[in-house]
């Protein structure tokens, strides 16, 4: 039999719940924040979460590694930073907007 999770439709719902987390998460925080809202917003049933997640906890968890792995791809690396700090924070907004206008 084939893994239920692997079919587009389930990556989709995946997908869909990582997205609307990461809004709830950041508009109300990790305590404040409900399994339901984040559902709603996702248009995804309550079951869902623990089918795809375990957990609330598990589901913040992929959240923060999805930002740590898309950050990555933006901020520049740190030994690409030269000269002092006021230099540095120069580079890093360059680097940065140009990421942004790309």
């Known amino acids: 039999?084939?893994?239920?999770k692997n079919n587009l439709s389930a990556q989709e719902t995946r997908r869909?719940?990582?997205e609307a987390a990461g809004v709830v998460f950041a508009e109300h925080g990790f305590h404040s924040a409900t399994i339901?809202?984040?559902?709603?917003?996702a248009g995804?049933?309550?079951a869902s979460v623990n089918y795809h997640f375990?957990?609330?906890g598990e589901l913040y968890a992929e959240v923060m590694r999805r930002i740590q792995i898309d950050s990555a791809q933006i901020l520049p690396p740190e030994d690409g930073l030269r000269g002092n700090a006021?230099?540095?924070l120069r580079q890093f907004i360059r680097y940065v907007v140009l990421q942004m206008i790309r």
């Open 1 to 4: 039999m084939a893994n239920v």
């Open 16 to 18: 869909r719940l990582l």
């Open 36 to 41: 339901k809202e984040i559902t709603d917003r």
């Open 44 to 46: 995804a049933a309550l």
């Open 54 to 56: 375990r957990d609330k």
């Open 86 to 88: 006021v230099t540095r």
